[in-house]
């Protein structure tokens, strides 16, 4: 067995996630969490819940099923079947997106509304950088006459199945779009039990803090369940405004709203595989406005994953966003800080790579870099390997003191195991020079456009475009009210 020192941060003591975790379970029992759908109601009250008109109290018994019953190690796959991510061995995967307004196009600088189009390239960048593994909605398209509303969604996962042939996490208006884009989902995989067994799209949902879980979540996520598919289930909070302003009770509401869903989703389909976590945002007192920035999130997220390591849940958290409004030094600071306090906090999934003004705006750019940071971060964490090859004793006797050690085979098998960039430079002054004297802007900019230019994963089959079609063509006919 391999002695790798792997570094990793936990702040809470074994102490204070006691009482985090005991805070939670009195949370659950009173005041409990307000369950909007007489079927989340009825499955709830079945499982020994107390409820009370739209409140349930969550007794600890059945909250210490639900931890038991989540599988801790499970996959997510790419389009084509291949396994992408493996929860439950430590490592952690970052992905871009999730769900922004606005493109920032880096061919011309300038941001406009998403389109489908954009969706598309989104998902061809993410696809064309190795280290980026999954992509969430990347953007929000707004609706049209000829693109209505309760089709977006659909249009929007149409676009990305195609572009990208990485795992799919998929954000999603309500139990409608879901049931479509799953259903196309299978026709990708091969129908609904090669999609259970090799699945490539999650969708990704919030409870309303405080406490609330609305209609829409809860039918997302029941069905979910029932397709076996993974959920990610976390809140998604403003500190402050809609938890207590101190972390520590932050930490316990959303600790609690999130062991809520993951309660429902076992109660459904025992063993359905949930992502937990938190992605909290902090109410700037001095303006009013939500940010992402400083270290609330990671200390917040920080905790989930010390919580969900004793509970045996992987967890998703903020991994390469800003709140800057360009790609530019701000972008590439917040991110670089995000990316490597998650990573050291040990996080599963890290997603919101490429995401700017606090999720408004998304930009391949900024993508660009994380797929850089992300590298820089896997060779911090990937930790120091010890054993008597590393430790080279017979290497330093070899070459004696006062020697170098360039010339020897040691060196030789080794040195590419030292990291090394591709966007940040390196060189000396002379040879950036000659080599145009650029910016790390005007090289990830050039990088972004070339990718965009040349990379296009494989299609899917036109058979398979021509059903998925289909199953929106039937959604569109339901809501004209023709059979």
Not at 301 to 309: G, H
Request: charged fraction near 20%.
């Amino acid at each position: 067995m391999e002695d790798i020192a792997r570094p990793r941060i936990s702040f809470l003591s074994e102490g204070q996630l006691d009482r985090v975790h005991a805070a939670t379970l009195e949370l659950l029992a009173s005041p409990g969490m307000r369950i909007t759908t007489e079927p989340a109601r009825r499955l709830l009250a079945a499982a020994g819940c107390r409820v009370d008109g739209e409140d349930v109290s969550f007794p600890p018994e059945v909250v210490a099923w639900a931890i038991d019953a989540a599988p801790a190690d499970f996959a997510w796959f790419g389009r084509d079947g291949d396994e992408r991510i493996r929860f439950g061995t430590g490592e952690p995967h970052w992905g871009a997106g999730v769900t922004c307004l606005n493109y920032l196009d880096p061919a011309s600088g300038e941001g406009r509304a998403y389109t489908l189009d954009d969706i598309a390239s989104s998902a061809r960048v993410t696809d064309a950088l190795a280290n980026i593994e999954f992509l969430a909605t990347p953007g929000v398209v707004r609706p049209s006459a000829d693109l209505p509303l309760e089709l977006v969604n659909q249009h929007e996962f149409l676009r990305m199945a195609d572009a990208c042939t990485t795992p799919l996490l998929v954000l999603i208006a309500g139990r409608p779009e879901l049931e479509d884009v799953l259903e196309m989902a299978a026709v990708v995989a091969g129908g609904r039990e090669a999609l259970r067994a090799r699945p490539f799209v999650a969708p990704y949902l919030n409870p309303v803090s405080p406490g609330l879980y609305n209609p829409e979540t809860l039918d997302k996520l029941m069905l979910a369940a029932e397709w076996g598919v993974p959920v990610v289930c976390q809140p998604a909070p403003q500190v402050g405004a809609t938890t207590p302003v101190t972390l520590a009770g932050a930490i316990a509401l959303s600790n609690a709203e999130a062991l809520a869903g993951l309660v429902i989703t076992q109660l459904v389909r025992e063993g359905s595989p949930f992502i937990g976590g938190v992605v909290p945002m902090a109410l700037e007192m001095r303006n009013g406005t939500a940010i992402a920035g400083g270290p609330i999130t990671p200390l917040m997220q920080y905790a989930a994953m010390q919580l969900a390591r004793r509970y045996g849940i992987p967890v998703l958290a903020d991994g390469g966003s800003s709140d800057s409004k360009l790609p530019d030094e701000q972008a590439t600071l917040e991110a670089t800080y995000y990316a490597i306090t998650s990573a050291l906090g040990g996080v599963d999934l890290m997603f919101d790579g490429g995401c700017l003004e606090g999720g408004l705006l998304w930009s391949p750019e900024l993508l660009v870099i994380v797929d850089e940071i992300v590298d820089l971060a896997r060779a911090t964490i990937r930790g120091i390997r010890i054993d008597d090859e590393t430790l080279a004793l017979s290497v330093v006797r070899e070459v004696g003191l006062g020697e170098i050690f360039l010339g020897h085979d040691h060196t030789l098998a080794h040195f590419r195991e030292l990291w090394g960039p591709r966007l940040l430079s390196w060189q000396g002054r002379t040879e950036w020079t000659g080599q145009g004297a650029t910016t790390l802007g005007e090289r990830v900019r050039a990088r972004t456009v070339e990718l965009l230019d040349t990379h296009r994963p494989a299609p899917l089959p036109e058979s398979v475009q021509t059903q998925m079609r289909e199953v929106i063509e039937a959604r569109r006919r339901s809501l004209a009210g023709v059979a």
